[in-house]
């Protein structure tokens, strides 16, 4: 496995070294999939020009991020391979994370197994979680390998930075660290408002790594993560000088001006939408994406890891500006739960679905805007193949982790009237 693991490494970063160097990066950085408003390097770069020429980088419609990811780039993007060696420095930093967490995480699954062994039905040593001595350097290459990180990592997006911040912010729930996990939430909101939403799942990690009141948890959590976002959000304003930064981002994400296309389903239903619709939509598709936290808190406040996952994967998939990166370490999250994989349906399917819409995104795109064969449905379609197979594989490994739970408890070969039993999850 070293050897391996060793070659996976050099791989990774022989890759992001060669779409760095080879000027692959500009072209990545142009493509609809990866980049968005509100993620988009080049956006960052005409915010710091508009910043030399004495203007507000948010007077006109180009920038829509924080005012201190603003400042922090004006200071090294000039420097040769400063911007380079900091996104492939954030990747390694996300790995690293990972890693620790995949080692956390099955030590957790262990011990919390062994307590409640005594509550399994006899039938089930088959389906109990086995210690896997590689899970660690498997899920931190899952990452490093993965394809949505790596186009990210080289175009320069700073979804990469959002994920760097949420994953670190995990670990420290893994670890029972409340203030440093509250930061975590804090900068990720402050770069993805969509993520305020973590806190919830973290503060039920944290409770449950530290064996406290889950009510006292969530209200510490909160009363924290509110306290650094106001601070950042007056950081933002000392250094800007005015208000008009969070009409630019924060308003900006939740009221959906710009229709550029990306990979989610926003654009293209809010652009066919009438005008007098579009008030009522936006507050569905908005508060869409906030529902699942209710009910999928209340079914697994037992679970907060897997609601970790399950919450992380919804926001990078119904976000207002999506990129393919956002899902990035949800999916490595997943590989976590190895165990469930016996359970979960159609995973050919979901992969194929991946690669195809994969492949066509990009073709429909070219069809549509370069050679104008094709209009706007084309492409729409391979987005919604895309969010499809996400979908599928939210709605399919929630399936197969509760199914495991009640096998666990009732035993695989249940039986009613002396026949075997038929399980339907309700």
């Known amino acids: 496995m070293e050897v391996k693991f060793v070659l996976g490494v050099a791989c990774g970063l022989f890759l992001r070294v060669v779409l760095l160097s080879q000027g692959i990066s500009q072209w990545l950085s142009k493509r609809i999939e990866i980049s968005t408003p509100v993620s988009s390097w080049r956006r960052v770069v005409e915010g710091i020009t508009l910043l030399n020429h004495g203007y507000s980088p948010y007077e006109g419609d180009m920038y829509h991020q924080s005012p201190l990811l603003l400042s922090f780039f004006h200071g090294v993007w000039r420097i ?43 039938d089930t040593a088959d389906i109990r979680y086995q210690a896997w001595g590689n899970i660690a350097a498997a899920v931190a290459m899952a990452y490093w390998l993965n394809p949505f990180a790596i186009v990210t990592c080289a175009a320069h997006t700073t979804t990469a930075l959002t994920t760097l911040t949420l994953s670190w912010s995990i670990l420290a729930a893994m670890r029972g660290k409340l203030m440093a996990s509250c930061l975590g939430i804090a900068v ?90 579009r008030t ?29 996952y399950l919450i992380s994967h919804v926001v990078g998939v119904f976000k207002s500006y999506p990129a393919l990166g956002d899902t990035a370490l949800p999916l490595t999250l997943l590989f976590m739960w190895k165990h469930l994989f016996v359970y979960v349906r159609s995973l050919l399917v979901v992969s194929v679905m991946f690669l195809a819409s994969i492949v066509l995104m990009p073709t429909f795109w070219y069809l549509w805007i370069l050679a104008g ?11 919604l193949a895309y969010n499809l197979a996400h979908v599928i594989l939210l709605g399919g490994s929630l399936t197969a982790f509760l199914r495991r739970e009640f096998d666990l408890k009732h035993g695989c070969n249940a039986q009613l009237d002396g026949k075997p039993a038929v399980v339907r999850l309700e």
């Open 280 to 308: 009522f939509f936006l507050w569905v598709f908005q508060l869409h994406v906030f529902f699942y936290l209710l009910p999928l808190g209340m079914r697994l406040r037992d679970h907060p890891f897997f609601l970790v």
């Open 373 to 383: 064969s094709g209009n706007a449905n084309f492409f729409y379609s391979g987005t």
């Open 80 to 122: 040769p391979y400063a911007v380079d060696a900091i996104f492939l420095l954030t990747d390694i930093l996300i790995a690293v994370a990972l890693h620790q967490i995949a080692t956390l995480h099955q030590r957790y699954i262990i011990a919390k197994q062994k307590k409640e062994q005594d509550s399994y039905a006899e």
């Open 188 to 277: 990720a909101a402050h770069l993805d408002p969509y993520l305020i939403m973590m806190a919830i799942p973290v503060a039920m990690l944290i409770a449950k790594v530290n064996d406290s009141s889950l009510r006292h948890s969530i209200i510490k959590t909160l009363t924290l993560v509110g306290v650094f976002s106001a601070a950042l959000i007056y950081l933002c304003f000392s250094q800007s000088g005015s208000w008009d930064f969070i009409h630019s981002t924060y308003g900006f994400v939740l009221t959906v001006p710009d229709f550029t296309p990306n990979v989610g389903i926003f654009w293209y239903l809010f652009t066919e939408m009438f005008e007098h619709f």
